[in-house]
């Protein structure tokens, strides 16, 4: 996708969460692993729920921030993730799905730190802290629950 503003963004953003938890759901019912499934069925509910957080962020946020032009940024450094969703997350076990959702959450924070760094105008900038303070806590959040799975 070529992101242009911060709208288009935070939409895209919004989808990469969103085909997350359909692929971890998809994924929840072919895993033999028992713990496994519990996880990608938590994971799924969750990525669901930051869909519906970002969504609100653009549901809400200043129309000129919104409009605020993106630094080139997406096409150096594009966000890994498995967007076919041709079950990788069936064959992997508790500790394989953790690494690789952990992972697609570190390079979210990442980019909306760069972004952060480079913004010029103030209602961009705080958008941008905004969505990074989001991701920053549900990733701590996650780490807490998923912690929590792994002591049982």
């Known amino acids: 996708m070529d992101i242009k ?9 919004r989808d990469l969460h969103a085909h997350l938890a ?3 759901s ?9 713990r496994a499934r519990a996880l990608l069925d938590y994971l799924a509910t969750h990525e669901s729920e930051i869909e519906r957080i970002v969504n609100e962020f653009e549901r809400q946020a200043d129309t000129n921030a919104l409009e605020t032009r993106v630094y080139d940024y997406l096409s150096h450094h594009p ?3 498995h967007r076919t969703c041709d079950e990788p997350y069936a064959k992997l076990d508790f500790n394989g799905i953790c690494r690789e959702v952990f992972d697609f ?3 979210i924070i990442d980019l909306y730190q760069t ?3 480079k913004a010029e105008i103030p209602e961009a900038k705080e958008l941008l802290e905004s ?3 989001m991701e920053l806590n549900e990733s701590k959040r996650l780490a807490r629950q ?3 799975m792994d002591d049982l």
């Open 5 to 13: 503003t911060f709208r288009e963004l935070i939409g895209w953003t």
């Open 22 to 24: 359909r692929c971890l």
């Open 26 to 34: 998809h994924c929840s019912t072919r895993n033999e692993e028992e």
């Open 79 to 81: 966000i890994k993730t």
């Open 105 to 107: 959450h570190d390079q």
């Open 115 to 117: 972004l952060v760094e």
């Open 131 to 133: 969505l990074l303070t």
């Open 146 to 148: 998923v912690g929590r």
